[in-house]
């Protein structure tokens, strides 16, 4: 069985810095793209920012220029920096990972269960 279990959420000032990491466990044999999305309070969820196995990176319209992901293969864990926040990065933050529990069987979406992130004054 496989988890993603994410840390690092909490309450930061506007301008302030957080950094969220997602360690992976479980039955794994390999990982294809990780990544991170967000839901505001009355809002859809969105694409934060998402990494290939190959390192190809993609981000939200929204964080471009402030937010950085990253990953360390060899701890199956993906890392959100995240610099001048701002209030409307207020959201829940859910880590992503397509894994491949067996080699002949395409890889699988699994989710973590959110980090909250809340930027306030």
């Known amino acids: 069985q496989v988890q993603l279990v994410e840390s690092g959420g909490g309450l930061v000032q506007p301008g302030g810095s957080l950094r969220l990491s997602c360690t992976t466990s479980g039955n794994i044999f390999s990982i294809n793209a990780m990544g991170w999305y967000r839901q505001g309070p009355g809002k859809e969820r969105e694409l934060v920012a998402h990494?290939?196995?190959?390192?190809?990176?993609d981000y939200g319209d929204s964080v471009k220029g402030r937010f950085t992901i990253s990953r360390d293969n060899a701890k199956n864990t993906v890392y959100l920096q995240m610099n001048s926040l701002k209030p409307e990065d207020t959201a829940v933050y859910y880590c992503?990972?397509?894994?491949?529990?067996?080699?002949?069987?395409?890889?699988?979406?699994?989710w973590g269960k959110g980090t909250l992130v809340t930027v306030s004054s």
């Open positions: 992503h990972a397509n894994i491949v529990t067996n080699p002949l069987v395409y890889g699988m979406d699994y």
């Open positions: 990494i290939t196995s190959s390192g190809y990176i």
